[in-house]
Nanobody, 123 residues
Framework: QVQLVESGGGLVQAGGSLRLSCAAS????????MGWFRQAPGKEREFVAA???????YYADSVKGRFTISRDRAKTSVFLQMNSLKPEDTAVYYC?????????????????WGQGTQVTVSS
């Protein structure tokens, strides 16, 4: 059974940092692309960052220079280091996996999802 489990969300003041983790289990994810999406109340789920199976890294313009995505050597976990957080970063953050190994910016292309973790940034 495939599982993606996020952790690390919480409440932080503007300018602060959080590190999200996503642990993958149930199959070998080394050839998968792994990404992070977020969804704020009343808004569409949007792309945040992703890493392809070959290690290519992609960011949404809104987080470039502030967020860093990484993956462990075993490729069983993916992380999102979030610095200089802003109130507009407040959302539920979801981990996602795509078995093609290619990074897509559209959430519908991803095959597996975690349950989400809440990130709240206060002003």
């Amino acid at each position: 059974q495939v599982q993606l489990v996020e952790s690390g969300g919480g409440l932080v003041q503007a300018g602060g940092s959080l590190r999200l983790s996503c642990a993958a289990s149930g199959r070998t994810f080394s050839n998968y692309a792994m990404g992070w999406f977020r969804q704020a109340p009343g808004k569409e789920r949007e792309f945040v960052a992703a890493i392809s199976k070959s290690g290519g890294i992609y960011y949404a313009d809104s987080v470039k220079g502030r967020f860093t995505i990484s993956r462990d050597r075993a490729k069983t976990s993916v992380f999102l280091q979030m610095n200089s957080l802003k109130p507009e970063d407040t959302a539920v953050y979801y981990c996602a996996a795509d078995r093609s190994g290619t990074v897509y910016y559209t959430h519908s292309r991803y095959d597996y999802w975690g349950q989400g973790t809440q990130v709240t940034v206060s002003s």
